[in-house]
Antibody
Framework: EVQLVESGGVVVQPGGSLRLSCAAS????????MHWVRQAPGKGLEWVSL????????YYADSVKGRFTISRDNSKNSLYLQMNSLRAEDTALYYC???????????????????????WGQGTTVTVSS | VIWMTQSPSLLSASTGDRVTISCRMS??????LAWYQQKPGKAPELLIY???TLQSGVPSRFSGSGSGTDFTLTISCLQSEDFATYYC?????????FGGGTKVEIK
């Protein structure tokens, strides 16, 4: 069974740090790019970050750039999100999600695309509060 | 950054209705768009990718269309299990993004 299980969500004070983990099983982990997506309470989905199959390319939403770092350990089938300088607005349910492929170049547009997210975990909750 | 406008934000409908949800981009994204369904307390699920390709296992009453800047998700005959929130997502360029969501509720 293809599965993603997130962990590491806790209550943390503003300015604090946290590392989320996502354990993958049931598929060849290092064949796919991986995402983090978050959802604030009662709000919509917000894309946070993506990492390529080998960890060589990473992308971030402007709202977390410079504060969050995505990484992966293919030997452990695991994805991570290091979150620093946390703010109240980072309070959310954090999902990891598997892409259906890896990053590819769109030559005509000089951009990079992926394929969409076909597997999602159940999420881990991060609360930033004093 | 590509801005996404999803409409309506709330849609009241009855079982058996045909419903359409729109997603408009601030610039062209070819067909690199996905649709997801999310039920309360659950993770999102992929319905459609590449604008019109149905994900395996998704009922055929769901369909997607469009390319460039304008996209549509259609549910041809709304079933009770379809009452949920729907999101579009562009994966054409970074940062990727989601539309604001459309909640389909019982009329």
């Amino acid at each position: 069974e293809v599965q993603l299980v997130e962990s590491g969500g806790v209550v943390v004070q503003p300015g604090g740090s946290l590392r989320l983990s996502c354990a993958a099983s049931g598929f060849t982990f290092d064949d796919y790019a991986m995402h983090w997506v978050r959802q604030a309470p009662g709000k919509g989905l917000e894309w946070v970050s993506l990492i390529s199959w080998d960890g060589g390319s990473t992308y971030y939403a402007d709202s977390v750039k410079g504060r969050f770092t995505i990484s992966r350990d293919n030997s452990k089938n695991s994805l991570y999100l290091q979150m620093n300088s946390l703010r109240a607005e980072d309070t959310a349910l954090y999902y990891c999600a598997k892409d259906m492929g890896d990053i590819v170049v769109v030559p005509a547009a000089n951009t990079h695309r992926t394929y969409g997210m076909d597997v999602w975990g159940q999420g881990t909750t991060v609360t930033v509060s004093s | 950054v590509i801005w996404m406008t999803q409409s309506p934000s709330l849609l009241s409908a009855s079982t058996g209705d045909r419903v359409t949800i729109s997603c408009r981009m601030s610039q062209g994204i070819s067909s690199y768009l996905a649709w997801y369904q999310q039920k309360p307390g659950k993770a999102p699920e992929l319905l459609i990718y590449a604008a019109s390709t149905l994900q395996s296992g998704v009922p055929s009453r769901f369909s997607g269309s469009g390319s460039g800047t304008d996209f549509t998700l259609t549910i041809s005959c709304l079933q009770s299990e379809d009452f949920a929130t729907y999101y579009c997502q562009q994966y054409y360029s970074f940062p990727q993004g989601f539309g604001g969501g459309t909640k389909v509720e019982i009329k």
